[in-house]
């Protein structure tokens, strides 16, 4: 016999947009959605209370180094060369795998505390990522990412072959919910040879790829002054764009390369807090989006946000895409909410960002109930502009909850956070010895 859940009583979100009165239920053997529709608790095995709350897709935080929750608050008010040169890498190289499990787990709560559902994580020690993964019921995308300027031939290599090594070893992980892929960290930290290689590589063992394009200006000139192109026709032609391949930032980005991307079916990772905390700029997301471009929301890492609530970025990508169009239209509530959801599904290549019959069960119910949330005109408005993630009530994910009533199920909370920071004290301490 299946084992059955129904979310009940609630508001469901629908593909459409609508919001119905309607009870969920699921396979939770399947993890998949069975019905959406009327009166379908009483059957159920297990109830989760929906009431007064609105049940939407997970979301999808398609960017993200979990474990930087360590260095969260560690070095702000920095650009992002001297950030990552100066204050992150030098303490980056002090972390230790044990390090990488307690920052992951710190931010697994925090993640699954806002309803996401999904993330994409580029880190190092990754098997402790997966491992919390594994743990914690929710589905990533992650890989090891790499950076070869400033190591020599042989300690560039070994970070390269690390890279496909634990995109091979940990695909399908966790019942399939843990997927991989290559990560070369950007086209100015990661040599044109090695690039070109886990281009070839990654079509050959057929593992999409991630990394970070266009975040600053200086990623930009550097490029345009060796190849005479933009980074993105010099990413094409080392052959990293592919439909499943997905970028992270892509804020200086010029209508060439929305061209490019589109043609590609490339995803572009929009970071509007990182952008904004580091000062890099404004990514032109509703152009991308009108030229054709796939775009999904990440937080990027702790440490540059600071905090891993994508509520905060379905706001902040709403307020600066119209401040980047010069257009109060421009990235709408819905446009927003899609990013955050199939948006982010298509960058990942997973199968969510929707509530229906036979999709995924990936979804989380956001009480309605609080005053910043009342009156209720438009529920889209509100997750967008209003909602924050302490008003996720239930996070269920692959049909299994794993928060309910704001209790992450498959941690200690308190422990948690001590251990993360007594790790993070000590990391530090080591570092700036
Ligand atoms: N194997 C590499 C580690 C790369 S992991 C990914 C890297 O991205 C860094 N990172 C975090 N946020 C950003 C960002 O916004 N832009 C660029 N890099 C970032 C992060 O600190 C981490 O070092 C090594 O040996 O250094
Ligand atoms: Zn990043």
Redesign the pocket.
């Known amino acids: 016999m299946t084992d059955t859940l129904a979310v009940a009583d609630g508001l469901v979100l629908t593909p459409a947009f609508d919001v119905v009165e309607a009870d969920v239920l699921v396979d939770a053997d399947a993890g998949t959605v069975i019905e959406v529709g009327p009166d379908l608790a009483a059957a159920a095995d297990e109830t989760l209370d929906a009431a007064g709350g609105l049940v939407i897709p997970g979301l999808v935080n398609a960017h993200c180094?979990a474990a930087?929750t360590l260095l969260r608050g560690y070095a702000d008010d920095e650009p992002?060369d001297t950030w990552?040169r100066e204050h992150?890498?030098p303490v980056?190289a002090a972390l230790t795998p044990d390090d990488i499990r307690a920052g992951t787990e710190l931010a697994l709560v925090e993640l699954i505390r806002s309803g996401v559902t999904a993330f994409a994580d580029?880190?190092?020690a990754v098997e402790e990522v997966a491992a919390a993964v594994e743990a914690a019921g929710i589905r990533a995308r992650l890989g090891?990412?790499?950076?070869t300027v400033g190591k020599d031939d042989e300690a560039a290599r070994a970070?390269l072959e690390e890279s496909f090594a634990v995109a091979e070893r940990l695909d399908g992980a966790a019942d399939g919910r843990v997927r991989t892929a290559v990560?070369p960290?950007?086209l100015t930290t990661v040599a044109d040879d090695l690039l070109a290689e886990t281009a070839d590589r990654a079509r050959d063992a057929d593992v999409p790829i991630h990394f970070?394009l266009n975040?600053t200006p200086d990623e930009v000139a550097p490029i345009v002054d060796e190849h005479g192109v933009r980074p993105s026709a010099h990413a094409d032609e080392l052959g990293l764009l592919t439909d499943s391949t997905f970028v992270?930032?892509g804020v200086h980005t010029d209508p060439s390369e929305f061209d490019v991307l589109a043609e590609r079916g490339t995803s572009v990772v929009h970071?509007p807090a990182?952008n904004m905390k580091?000062a890099s700029g404004m990514a032109p997301v509703q152009a991308m989006l009108d030229a054709g471009v796939p775009v999904a929301l990440g937080t990027?890492?702790a440490?540059?946000n600071n905090d891993l609530d994508l509520f905060d970025e379905l706001r902040d990508a709403a307020m600066l895409g119209k401040l980047a169009a010069d257009d109060a239209a421009a990235v709408d509530a819905e446009t927003a909410f899609r990013m955050a959801t199939a948006g982010g599904a298509e960058a990942l290549g997973i199968d969510a960002g929707r509530i229906a019959a036979g999709a995924n069960a990936d979804l989380a119910v956001v009480d309605l109930d609080a005053p910043h949330l009342t009156p209720a005109h438009d529920l889209v408005s509100h997750l967008v502009y209003a909602v924050r993630g302490s008003d996720v009530r239930h996070t269920v994910c692959d049909g299994r909850v794993v928060m309910r009533d704001r209790d992450v199920l498959a941690f200690d909370e308190a422990a948690v956070r001590e251990r993360a920071q007594e790790h993070a004290v000590a990391l530090v301490a080591r570092a700036e010895e």
């Open positions: 180094h930087m992002l990552l992150v890498w980056e580029m880190y190092f090891h990412g790499v950076v970070d990560m960290h950007s970070h975040e992270a930032h970071c990182s580091l990027d890492g440490a540059s």
